[in-house]
């Protein structure tokens, strides 16, 4: 389906006509594959709004709930999606990642929707339209409500269920997926628990029991609720399913998972729990990566184990907005120690910075890509960076504080505002392309 250019743009707001109408000037069909992607992220929930049968929309309206506020209307861009593929072009970006949303395609349990398929389908030809590659995530932690009252993803056949799931959308947008995103950051919940030395979140039992009664049953679960263990495993077969399932739909997508990878090292004393996280929350994660076209990398932190957890940052390094060691320095060591344990080509599918000062945004932006290029001098496969996020979103517990995005959005009328972050993503771009012959 031909998406006309002028309803594309008819949406773009607080973007000059002069500067959109030049961004998305000769359509083209899309990268060449060997190109390096350079993009922008966002995720499903955390933009579309309203994803009222998903898991996470029930944990945020329990009595206990551990979010700050609900998602609601987040960006509204399951309507305003040509404004969010207009500001990628805007900053000359080669790629968009985004997530189809499994709540939406199966709402209940092998009941698919055509129209939502559709919806995602345009995304996708409207980013091969005008020379970006769609970056296509197939479940970025949310997940239907039915999956949730099955015992979420503590329950093995859960893994079934998604396979079936890679299927249908696979069939639907495999022609025009080049890349796909098993499962985001499978591995975060295992590191969490092993950090923690084992201890459990407290207010979990309470939070689970007023959920599974939202959806009417005995259980629930979701990807950071539950046996972090068993989540693990499930998500391991999930993926390998999933990867199995995408496969033989279109054989030419290449397809991997994301990791949430911290740059991590042991403090004196801290050995012993460097080691469980790696082996527990790391080494199984690399070792299913091994049999994929890629990995992919999230980073966003530095940090030091003690013996009872993650030592205080130096008061010297770049803080974020939670106080964590940001260190631009961290993107390149995680994406060395990712190839070095995988053998996997390395995507970064998440890199940024939690922070209300743009400027900082900017430093941290240019050292991280500066630090990468550097990686990539010494001989490890890097395929792009994509920037979390495109736009200021809905981040889970923390809601609408957090500040990650190349773009602010009024929480009232949803109006895109670039920051310079974007326009000096634009500049970065041009000057590595010019520099390397990678980019």
Known sequence: MTVARRTFLAGVTAVSAAKAASAFARPRKGPPKSVFLWGAATAAHQIEGNNVNSDYWVLEHIPDTYFKEPSGDACDSFARW???????????????????????IEPEAGEFSQATLDHYRRICIACREYGIEPVVTFHHFTSPRWIAALGGWENPVVADHFARYCTVVAKHLGDVIGWACTMNEPNAQVTSYVIANGKKWAKQPAILAQAAQMVGSTRFGAYFLGDAFKVRDTCLDAHAKGREAIKAIAPHMKVGLTLAL???????????????????ARAPFYAVAAKDEFIGVQTYNKALIGPDGYLPPAVSVMRDMWDRDASPGALPAVVREAHRASGAPVLVSENGLNSTDDRQRIRHLRASVEGLADAIAEGVPVLGYIHWSLLDNFEWGSGYVPRFGLVEVDRSTFRRMPKPSLTAYRVLVGEMRRRHRWA
């Not at 080669?94 to 709540?103: G, K, L, Q």
């Not at 740059?263 to 004393?269: Q, R």
């Open 82 to 104: 040509r404004e969010d593929l207009a500001l990628v072009r805007l900053g000359g970006l080669n790629c968009y990642r985004f997530s189809v949303e499994w709540a939406r």
């Open 262 to 280: 911290q740059e991590l090292a042991p403090a004196p004393g801290g050995e012993a729990l460097y080691r469980r996280v790696y082996e527990n």
